[in-house]
Nanobody, 127 residues
């Protein structure tokens, strides 16, 4: 049974930082590309960042470039999202997701392409 478990969310002031983690089990982690998505209240879930199985390719939504960094540790079966310079508009539930390995941006940025999802972790940024 595949499980993705996010952690690291919480309440932070604007300008602060958080590091989200997503621990996986039940799949061959190094064979999967991973993504982070988020859903703010009243909005659709949106792409945040993605990383290929070897970490050779990373992609970010435009609003996150330069502030967020996605990384992975295949030895620990974990993907991370370092979030810096947080803004109130970053408030959302953040989800990690897994899909079979690919390096193509169009596939990595499309949430419909992901098979497995975590339960989400709340990030709240106060002004």
């Amino acid at each position: 049974q595949v499980q993705l478990v996010e952690s690291g969310g919480g309440l932070v002031q604007a300008g602060g930082s958080l590091r989200l983690s997503c621990a996986s089990s039940g799949l061959t982690f190094s064979s999967y590309s991973m993504g982070w998505f988020r859903q703010a209240p009243g909005k659709d879930r949106e792409f945040v960042a993605a990383i290929s199985w070897s970490a050779g390719s990373t992609y970010y939504a435009d609003s996150m470039k330069g502030r967020f960094t996605i990384s992975r540790d295949n030895a620990k079966n974990t993907v991370y999202l370092q979030m810096n310079s947080l803004k109130p508009e970053d408030t959302a539930v953040y989800y990690c997701a897994a899909r079979t390995a690919t390096i193509f941006r169009t596939l990595l940025t499309d949430q419909k392409q992901y098979r497995y999802w975590g339960q989400g972790t709340q990030v709240t940024v106060s002004s």
